[in-house]
């Protein structure tokens, strides 16, 4: 599959359908950091996917880590990072299932180690979405710190619109059905191959 080409517009469901046996093969730990404990292969078989568009996205905590200003860039990852290649895509849809353009993203996550930058911008930054709805975030899966289940830090607003903060998860991590902030209508329909997680989740705002 040509990485750079925007993916099929799949419904949440499809492609979580799609990707059901393939997440088996989801190997999230093979980054070697210190992760702490090790996802076993197994897709959550009771996820409730989100609906395509309809209903807002859940909102979650902003967590203690969030850092305004963040730079505008699609690609968090840099060199000599630990940690598995992850591309994120998808779209941010209006209830009515257009697609939203210009609407800002700002991703902040973890390392490979579980750790946040809390003093520069190190996995942070914000981009925004084509005139499809589209957006595409190339960075590595976070690794897991104490208390939490893996997890990608979100907010998301359109143009002159309020601010959703919220959190992407992954599915088949064994934190997520003991993380009381977990909510699996926020996973992301993500799947391995050559090494690389592809993963996607769209935004209703
Ligand atoms: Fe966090």
Redesign the pocket.
């Known amino acids: 599959m040509d990485a750079d080409r925007p993916a099929p517009v799949l419904t949440r469901r499809q492609a979580l359908a799609a990707s059901a046996s393939v997440t088996a093969g989801l190997v999230i730990a093979a980054c070697g950091g210190s992760d702490e404990g090790d996802p076993v292969a197994a897709p959550d078989a009771t996820v409730e996917p989100t609906p395509a568009c309809g209903e807002h996205t859940a909102e979650q905590t902003e967590?203690p880590?969030f850092t305004p200003d963040s730079p505008e860039r699609t690609d968090l990852a840099e060199a000599g990072m630990r940690g598995v290649p992850l591309v994120l895509t998808g779209r941010v849809l209006a209830t009515d299932c257009r697609p939203i353009r210009g609407a800002l993203l700002d991703f902040w996550?973890?390392d490979g180690f579980g750790a946040?930058d809390n003093r520069g911008y190190r996995l942070r930054g914000h981009q925004f979405t084509d005139g499809d709805g589209n957006y595409r975030l190339t960075t590595i899966v976070?690794g897991l710190?104490p208390g939490?289940t893996r997890?990608i830090?979100v907010k998301a607003q359109r143009r002159g619109g309020t601010v959703l903060t919220t959190?992407l998860y992954f599915p088949g991590e064994p934190a997520n059905g003991s993380d009381g902030i977990f909510d699996p209508a926020l996973l992301i329909a993500a799947l391995e191959r050559d090494g690389e997680v592809r993963g996607r989740f769209d935004f209703v705002l």
Request: net charge positive; charged share 10%.
């Open positions: 967590g880590f996550q973890a946040y976070p710190y939490r997890h830090h959190q």
